[in-house]
């Protein structure tokens, strides 16, 4: 069955850094575009992050351009999501998820998803 599997969450000080990965199994990794979402206490899920099958496409939420950075491993079935000068704000639970077909932006495009690492960021 498919597993997406991820890491490197954790508690860092404003303005610190933290890096994310996802493993993925049981797919065909290449062909999935792949995204990072994230969830705070008493807020919807929204997107973070995306980046297209090839790697060549990146895409990023307004709120994280120009501070993280998404990337990916096929080789190693393998999406990073570097996060730099962290704000309280991007406290949340950092979910990893793989789309066959669809929008980018879009929770209902995802196929499957992980079952997410917090990040803490205190001020």
């Known amino acids: 069955q498919v597993q997406l599997v991820e890491s490197g969450g954790g508690l860092v000080q404003a303005g610190g850094s933290l890096r994310l990965s996802c493993v993925a199994s049981g797919l065909t990794f290449s062909s999935y575009t792949m995204g990072w979402f994230r969830q705070a206490p008493g807020k919807e899920r929204e997107f973070v992050a995306a980046?297209?099958?090839?790697?060549?496409?990146?895409y990023y939420a307004d709120s994280v351009k120009g501070r993280f950075t998404i990337s990916r491993d096929n080789a190693k079935n393998t999406v990073n999501l570097q996060m730099n000068n962290l704000k309280p704000e991007d406290t949340a639970v950092y979910y990893c998820?793989?789309?066959?077909?669809?929008?980018?932006?879009?929770?209902?495009?995802?196929?499957?998803w992980g079952q997410g690492t917090q990040v803490t960021v205190s001020s």
């Open positions: 998820a793989a789309a066959r077909s669809g929008g980018l932006r879009s929770l209902g495009s995802y196929d499957y």
């Open positions: 980046i297209s099958r090839g790697g060549f496409g990146t």
